[in-house]
């Protein structure tokens, strides 16, 4: 039996409905003590205040670092402790509201290293993008199969995604102003690799 092999490729939009905040507690100090202390202090707030947006089991530590600190002519003049953490929320609207408040109570002490916009429920873009996907491999097979003088039969086998299983969601835009997260779009996009049947 011969048969004819396409990969096809689907997408379909969505909006972002998670933020990961990736933040840090940061304090300075002349001796490694103070500096660890102060840290601890702005940690705690940290996570008081995420506490109050998000469930607990959300919030994260992702290091705790301490190193000397230099000045300008590159001499040392103290430490910097920091704290980081991951924290999600399930809200866009929590996490900007979140952020504000961490600005707020934990003052010159924060660092906002990255927010990142995710997909949890895809409201059925992923469906979407593989009826596409499936759409693209079927036309493609059909032009390959009236080249080569023949035509489709069955469907043979059907294999999804490459490395990864499954739809993957892409951020494509996203932006923070005034303390409030702006979802943009994200894409949904996956492969689908089909095998069929080619008749004479």
């Known amino acids: ?56 089991r959300r919030v994260a530590s992702t290091g705790i670092t301490v190193w000397p600190t230099r000045d300008h002519e590159g001499r040392e003049s103290g430490y910097e402790a ?12 929590g996490a900007g509201a979140m952020l504000a408040d961490l600005a707020d109570e934990v003052g010159d002490h924060l660092a906002v290293d990255s927010v990142g916009l995710e997909v949890v429920d895809d409201h059925g873009a ?6 596409a996907a499936f759409h693209d491999a079927r036309d493609r097979a059909a032009q390959l199969a009236r080249m080569a003088g023949a035509g489709l039969g069955e469907v043979q086998s059907i294999v999804e995604g490459d490395a990864a299983d499954g ?5 494509k835009a996203a932006m923070l102003r005034d303390a409030g997260l702006q979802p943009g779009e994200a894409t949904v996009s996956t492969t689908l690799t089909v095998v069929w049947e080619l008749l004479a």
């Open 82 to 93: 920091r704290h980081s953490f991951a924290i999600a929320c399930a809200e866009l609207v």
């Open 1 to 56: 039996m011969r048969t004819i092999t396409v990969t096809g490729t689907g997408s379909s939009s969505v909006a972002p409905d998670t933020a990961m905040v990736r933040v840090a507690a940061v304090a300075r100090g002349a001796r490694v003590a103070e500096a660890y202390d102060a840290m601890v202090q702005a940690a705690a707030s940290v996570v008081a205040v995420a506490g109050r947006h998000t469930e607990a």
């Open 126 to 131: 992923g469906d979407k993008a593989r009826e």
């Open 167 to 171: 739809p993957s969601p892409v951020v």
